[in-house]
């Protein structure tokens, strides 16, 4: 039997369920990550949505050891897929209001951009065919020029991708569509391709 890639998704706060589901759909074993010992060996990473204040203390805690984990995971080089909340985590800026980031990615990002909770929605990108789950959802208001645009709505990123970061402004973990995990875990899922409209 052919051991699956494991994948750590950040489990302090926020809807980390939902993607371990969405991670075991794609043949990838997920494993809930809440220090930083957890993260030693995984072949990638999830930072999930949620709270994003709430997870940000959370990281603070034991002398920031799991925060400085998630640093040296980014810098060899392993993927990582961060949703609404873990877009913010990971921003180079955080506007509306400011708050201080991991600076993984080269976006600057404004907090409840698409508004508040009663403005939760389900869209579907410019692609036609990408399902946009909206939930206090972060708003990238500028993109670095290393920074590709994978998805828009209404003319906006909504997903991007720097190097080995796939970040989504939205909940792909909530739509029942698997393409946004395959896309951030080509080398770990199950070699299925992700559609072309986002490769």
């Not at 961060?82 to 080269?106: H, Q």
């Amino acid at each position: 039997m052919v051991e699956r890639a494991r994948v750590a998704v950040l489990a302090l706060q926020g809807d980390f369920a939902e993607h371990c589901h969405a991670l075991r759909a794609i043949g990838v074993e997920p494993i809930e990550a809440r220090s930083a010992r957890d993260l030693a060996g995984a072949a990638g990473l999830v930072l999930p949505g949620g709270e994003s204040t709430a997870i940000r203390t959370l990281l603070e805690r034991d002398g920031g050891e799991l925060e400085s984990a998630i640093r040296a995971l980014h810098g060899e080089g392993r993927p990582v897929l961060a949703t609404c909340a873990g877009l913010i985590l990971i921003a180079r800026e955080v506007r509306d209001p400011p708050a201080r980031s991991m600076g993984l990615l080269d976006v600057a990002v404004a907090r409840n951009g698409w508004g508040r909770q009663i403005a939760s929605a389900v869209e579907i990108a410019d692609d036609g065919c990408t399902p946009v789950v909206l939930i206090r959802a972060p708003r990238i208001v500028e993109t670095g020029d290393g920074v590709e645009v994978l998805a828009r709505l209404r003319g906006e990123p909504v997903l991007v991708r720097e190097q080995n970061v796939v970040a989504a402004t939205f909940h792909p973990e909530l739509a029942g569509d698997l393409s946004v995990h395959r896309l951030a875990f080509p080398s770990c899922c199950d070699n299925v391709p992700a559609p072309a409209s986002l490769v």
